[in-house]
């Protein structure tokens, strides 16, 4: 039988879930609360992830959460850095008293006679199952698989004589002094490895990356000059809020033209590529993908450490199609075949919504993909239940957070008003159904038909809007067509 109850629970100690046990501190301090998460540490993402070179490839001034400042001087900031700064944000906030590790949540299965979810946790540590009940629970499991990444099925696999690595499992012995590598994939994790391998490999040493498809990318400071003059002469808070918005704003602003104005973008781009590339690089073949800019993430790279990494010639790229693994290496689809001695497969995650976890609602299966999403972080049909779920063309932080507020004032509402349930009902027939995540890469369509849709207007419409989101989360009616209260 079920033990404690608490007010909400949280699934997931990451980044989501140590800014919504803070915002419940500072909004609701009353409230109970309990973080269920799988792993023995907090941090997520930025603790799993301990490729070399780690870092974030958005800034920390919009990473980091809108209640407490990002101090450091780097903007684009490396793993352990964004590791620390979670660890203190749930010391400072009490949120580490919270969490429970080794509890992976498995099943939650909610009762309408008794207004509440029964969450069952499997301890990684003892093997024990936990059962807690919860009146609200918040989903900040973040959007993939923690166990495995995602790798092709490459012919000839089991004829390579080398060492194959997927950087979700990076082994922290690995030397490669003098070692030929090939890193595949041209995505954000590609070129974070690519010149840290290069910086790794020694003279002898040579790193390829080999991508069947380009992708755009632009080079950033990783120190924010305006930011660093603002800190110094501004209070730390007053100075964090003014370098967010610009930074929310200058975000904002590349995106919007690279959606209605995409060759104007594509030429930006490529002028910060002939001025950080040799005159005769093949810019055609190498950093021109066949789709716009935005169809697909925006990789940036800090201070174009990718391209001095190909200036030094420790680093090349190759833009060819794997046939097969050979004994010795990869033979590319042209003919020509790539010596390695580690293959590192930066070819991406693999999508899971709900951290894997099934769900019924009084007794009947919830299958997420017959869902559709109210206001990007409930679920039609499901009760009582809030993921955090942030942007894909801006930091995650920056919805997420406004999630955690949003989910405060509905609690409060719900208090004020005597109600036990919210729950977000159908859209009506006029209402299309689209893909919650409108990216074409290739990690998002492999994933799409298990995930809830969105509506074709509000309240079931997703916006990857920061500006729009304010209005949408702090001020909108909790009250509107998509949703049901019951006392
Ligand atoms: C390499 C890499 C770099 C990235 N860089 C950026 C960036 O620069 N900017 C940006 O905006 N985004 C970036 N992202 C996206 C990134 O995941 C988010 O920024 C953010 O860290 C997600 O935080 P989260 O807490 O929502 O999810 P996660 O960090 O994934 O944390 C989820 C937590 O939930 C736990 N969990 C999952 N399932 C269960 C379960 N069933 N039971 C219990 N616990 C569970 C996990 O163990 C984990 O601790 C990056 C992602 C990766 C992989």
Redesign the pocket.
């Known amino acids: 039988m079920p033990g404690e109850h608490l007010d909400v629970i949280i699934?997931?100690?990451?980044?989501?879930?140590v800014g919504a046990g803070a915002r419940l501190r500072l909004q609701r301090p009353g409230t109970t609360f309990a973080i269920?998460?799988?792993?023995g540490t907090l941090g997520?993402?930025?603790d799993l992830?301990r490729y070399p070179g780690?870092r974030?490839?958005?800034d920390m001034f919009t990473?980091g959460y809108a209640f407490r400042p990002w101090t450091d001087a780097k903007a684009i900031a490396d793993g352990p850095s964004i590791r620390r700064y979670i660890e203190d944000t749930a010391r400072e906030y009490r949120v580490d008293e919270a969490i429970r590790y080794h509890?992976?949540?498995v099943r939650a299965s909610w009762s309408s006679a008794d207004a509440r979810w029964t969450v069952r946790a499997l301890r990684g540590d003892t093997g024990e199952t936990v059962l807690l009940t919860c009146r609200f629970l918040y989903m900040?499991?973040?959007y993939?698989r923690?166990d495995a990444g995602y790798t092709p099925d490459f012919e000839g696999a089991g004829d390579y004589e080398g060492l194959v690595v997927h950087p979700q499992r990076w082994p922290q012995d690995l030397d490669l002094e003098g070692k030929q590598v090939v890193v595949i994939g041209s995505g954000?994790?590609a070129v974070t490895l690519v010149p840290a391998l290069a910086g790794r490999v020694g003279d002898e040493g040579h790193v390829t990356m080999l991508q069947r498809t380009p992708s755009y990318i632009a080079s950033l400071p990783s120190q924010d000059a305006l930011a660093d003059r603002l800190r110094a002469r501004l209070p730390a808070r007053r100075a964090y809020t003014l370098i967010r918005w610009k930074n929310v704003l200058a975000t904002m602003a590349s995106y919007q033209l690279s959606r209605r104005a995409p060759r104007a973008m594509k030429a930006l781009l490529r002028r910060g590529l002939v001025r950080q590339l040799p005159p005769d690089f093949d810019l055609e073949t190498h950093f021109t993908p066949p789709y716009d800019p935005w169809d697909q993430r925006l990789c940036l790279v800090p201070d174009g450490d990718l391209f001095a990494a190909v200036r030094s010639g420790r680093a090349e790229i190759v833009t060819d199609r794997i046939e097969r693994f050979t004994a010795k290496g990869l033979l590319l689809a042209s003919g020509e075949e790539l010596p390695a001695d580690v293959v590192v497969t930066a070819t991406g995650?693999a999508l899971r919504i709900f951290?894997?976890?099934a769900f019924e609602v009084d007794g009947h299966p919830v299958d997420p993909a017959t869902t559709v999403g109210y206001k990007g972080m409930m679920f039609s049909g499901v009760p009582n239940l809030a993921m955090?779920l942030?942007y894909t063309n801006a930091?995650?932080?920056l919805k997420?957070d406004l999630i955690a507020e949003y989910v405060c004032r509905l609690l409060d509402h719900m208090d004020r008003n005597g109600y036990r349930v919210v729950l977000p009902v159908e859209p009506p027939a006029d209402v299309a159904r689209r893909p919650i995540i409108d990216l074409t890469s290739g990690y998002v369509q492999r994933a799409i038909a298990t995930l809830p849709a969105q509506g074709s207007r509000a309240p079931w419409r997703v916006h990857q809007n920061y500006l729009r989101d304010r209005t949408l989360y702090r001020r909108s009616p909790l009250e509107d067509e998509g949703v049901a209260f019951t006392p």
Not at 11 to 17: E, H, I, K, R
Not at 36 to 39: A, D, I, K, T, V
């Open positions: 699934v997931g100690a990451g980044l989501s879930g269920l998460e799988s792993r997520g993402t930025w992830f780690i974030s490839d958005s990473l509890h992976g949540v900040c499991t973040g993939y923690y954000a994790t995650l951290g894997g976890a955090a942030g930091s995650w932080t997420c």
